[in-house]
């Protein structure tokens, strides 16, 4: 258990709609982490928020977005869902302050674009 | 721009053979250096982790890693394989909390 909560574990969306997907934050933790993983890829960065501003973000197209709120929960929405969105979607909290905090991840969403 | 190489997508080993699962980097900086573990369907689940203090770094599980800068490597060992250890192994490498993963290597352990 690492404390880092995601809902919902499965979804089946259709091509076009758009999906919001929820992390609940380890306590204490201030930065969240989103990352797509595709099946049989590792991880990839989709962006980063600390302290509810965006921190960094990988290499996504604009219809991937997201929030922080100030009890540092998250939330990952995708727009025009495509096909090729299906994947894993990851969270990942931590506390970042000068150095690298320790990422603890959450069970994942299982994200179905059909 | 840092990125992570894992050689071998699938190793597969006897139980209670030597692990060995390969990981370089590639750095501008000092860089900090993760191993975790998926099981399937699966977050990920951190086992050492390398952050410029000692070179040999000891996790969770009776799994290590020696951090060479010479071989810009980090490979993770365990000297005897459990059944238990099988999994996808992932290596990442990380920089003001942007990290990138690897792709992946998928341990198999025989009976």
């Known amino acids: 258990e690492t404390g880092v909560t995601q809902s919902p574990t499965h979804l089946i969306k259709t091509r076009g709609q758009q999906v919001t997907l929820r992390c609940s934050s380890q306590?204490?933790?201030?930065?969240v982490s989103w990352y797509q993983q595709a099946l049989g890829q590792g991880p990839q960065f989709i962006f980063q928020y600390y302290r509810e501003e965006e921190n960094g973000r990988g290499n996504f197209p604009p219809r991937f977005s997201g929030l922080q709120f100030p009890n540092y929960s998250s939330e990952l929405n995708v727009n025009a869902l495509e096909l090729d969105d299906s994947a894993l979607y990851l969270c990942?909290?931590?506390?970042?302050?000068?150095?690298?905090?320790?990422?603890?991840f959450g069970q994942g969403t299982r994200l179905t674009v059909v | 721009a840092q990125s992570v190489t894992q050689l071998g997508s699938h190793v597969s080993v006897s139980e209670g053979a030597l692990v060995l699962l390969r990981c370089n980097y590639s750095?501008?900086?000092?860089?900090?250096l993760f191993w975790y573990v998926q099981y399937p369907n699966q977050g990920l689940q951190l086992l050492l982790k390398?952050?410029?203090?000692?070179?040999l770094v000891k996790g969770i599980n009776g799994f290590e890693a020696e951090f060479k800068k010479s071989e810009t490597s980090f490979h993770l060992t365990k000297p005897s394989a459990h059944m238990s250890d099988a999994a996808e192994y992932f290596c990442?490498?990380?920089?003001?909390?942007?990290?990138?993963f690897g792709a992946g290597t998928r341990l198999t352990v025989k009976p």
């Open positions: 306590s204490g933790h201030n930065t």
């Open positions: 750095s501008s900086v000092p860089p900090y």
């Open positions: 990442a490498v990380s920089h003001n909390n942007d990290m990138r």
């Open positions: 390398y952050t410029s203090a000692a070179t």
């Open positions: 990942a909290s931590s506390f970042l302050q000068g150095g690298e905090g320790e990422a603890f």
